[in-house]
Nanobody
Framework: QVQLVESGGGLVQAGGSLRLSCAASGSIFRIDNMGWYRQAPGKQRELVATITRFGTINYADSVKGRFTISRDNAKNTVYLQMNSLKPEDTAIYYC??????????WGQGTQVTVSS
């Protein structure tokens, strides 16, 4: 079993920054893709950014130029640097990790609230 622990969420004013982290532990042979998703009240969960084991990155159009995803393979950790935050970024952010067995795992979620 793999456990994901998220941290870094909080309350910030529009234009501010936050840095999220997600650390994986447990029965890990190899982590493949890692990513961040978010779910706002009354909306479906949506992709924010993903990064492969070798550094290939994909962003949602809504966050391009503002968010940066990165990973530290030695620490089994993925990060999301969020700059120029907007009220519409308010959501619960979830870490997602795919391991080599073909199984995915979700973090517990961390709340990001951006005030106007």
């Amino acid at each position: 079993q793999v456990q994901l622990v998220e941290s870094g969420g909080g309350l910030v004013q529009a234009g501010g920054s936050l840095r999220l982290s997600c650390a994986a532990s447990g029965s890990i042979f190899r982590i493949d893709n890692m990513g961040w998703y978010r779910q706002a009240p009354g909306k479906q969960r949506e992709l924010v950014a993903t990064i492969t084991r070798f550094g290939t990155i994909n962003y949602a159009d809504s966050v391009k130029g503002r968010f940066t995803i990165s990973r530290d393979n030695a620490k089994n950790t993925v990060y999301l640097q969020m700059n120029s935050l907007k009220p519409e970024d308010t959501a619960i952010y979830y870490c997602n990790v795919w391991v080599s067995t073909g199984t995915s795992y979700w973090g517990q979620g961390t709340q990001v609230t951006v005030s106007s």
